[in-house]
């Protein structure tokens, strides 16, 4: 990835506010999650057992990291929010049916883009889990409920070649 690149992102304001309404449930999954060991799948998903063979271990590297983790994830998604706070849909209906096609541009630096690539990969895998997608034959392409799940894969894909340097 290129350090110091600044990455133009162009999305409809009716993107940005499914976005953004999005990262608010994905904020708000995380809030909920608390200090203690997660038992929501989703949220397991997102801290992963750092040993697989050794639950004892695992427990132990778990109860020491994933409070940081979690909260880094809310940082990151507050700062996901925060740019995508101007992009956002006006709140009166008569504006908002005007302009919910309407093409904004979000200017991410190399800060803001990773905890956008952050961000977007961890409502990917907390999607994956709600969907019961495990592995790639688990996806069901004529299934509307997968709709979302890809096109954050699609936005992901764009910010990772864009901050890879391609066009």
């Known amino acids: 990835m290129t350090p110091d690149r600044l990455?133009?992102?162009?999305?409809?304001?009716?993107?940005?506010?499914?976005?953004?309404?999005?990262?608010v449930q994905f904020a708000d999954l995380l809030d909920e999650s608390g200090a203690g060991l997660p038992e929501d799948?989703?949220?397991?998903?997102?801290?992963?057992?750092?040993?697989?063979?050794?639950a004892e271990s695992a427990r132990e590297f778990r109860?020491?990291?994933?409070r940081d983790l979690l909260e880094r994830r809310s940082t990151d998604a507050a700062a996901v929010l925060a740019s995508l706070h101007e992009a956002a849909l006006p709140t009166e209906e008569r504006e908002a049916e005007e302009a919910e096609l309407e093409i904004t541009l979000i200017r991410l630096d190399p800060d803001a883009l990773q905890a956008w690539l952050r961000t977007l990969a961890a409502i990917r895998l907390v999607l994956a889990s709600r969907l019961g997608i495990e592995h790639e034959d688990d996806h069901v392409d004529d299934d509307p409920r997968?709709?979302?799940?890809?096109?954050?894969?699609?936005?992901?894909?764009?910010?990772?070649r864009a901050a890879d340097g391609e066009d």
């Open 7 to 23: 990455v133009v992102l162009e999305l409809s304001r009716m993107e940005a506010s499914h976005l953004a309404g999005l990262v």
């Open 41 to 54: 799948p989703a949220v397991l998903r997102l801290v992963p057992d750092a040993y697989t063979g050794d």
């Open 63 to 66: 109860e020491l990291t994933q």
């Open 146 to 160: 997968f709709g979302v799940y890809d096109w954050i894969g699609y936005r992901l894909d764009g910010l990772v």
